[in-house]
């Protein structure tokens, strides 16, 4: 099992930057593929960006080129780097881990972008 914690969320300008965090309770090296997802209200959770234990990236269309994601193997945490912000980005963001064939998912934290 892990359990995993989401900061850095907040409100932000359009064009502005953010960076989530995403700390999990044990060591992440083992843990093959992590990510984020967002949500809007009354739509689904979709895939934000993914990381395999071997850097390996992976990225929604709307995002490329703006968002970065990244692990720290040494911190137990997962990072996105937000940049460029528009209002389409506000969401909830949730960190994901994939283990053991379970999805394990943080609480999630608002972002914001105002126009």
């Known amino acids: 099992q892990v359990q995993l914690v989401e900061s850095g969320g907040g409100l932000v300008q359009l064009g502005g930057s953010l960076r989530l965090s995403c700390a999990a309770s044990?060591?992440?090296?083992?843990?093959?593929?992590m990510g984020w997802y967002r949500q809007t209200s009354g739509k689904q959770r979709e895939l934000v960006a993914g990381?395999?234990?071997?850097?390996?990236?992976n990225y929604a269309d709307p995002v490329k080129g703006r968002f970065t994601i990244s692990r720290d193997n040494a911190k137990n945490t997962v990072y996105l780097q937000m940049n460029s912000l528009n209002p389409e980005d506000t969401a909830v963001y949730y960190c994901n881990a994939r283990l053991s064939f379970l999805n394990y998912w943080g609480q999630g934290t608002q972002v914001t972008v105002s126009s």
């Open positions: 044990r060591s992440i090296v083992s843990i093959s593929n």
């Open positions: 990381i395999t234990s071997d850097g390996s990236t």
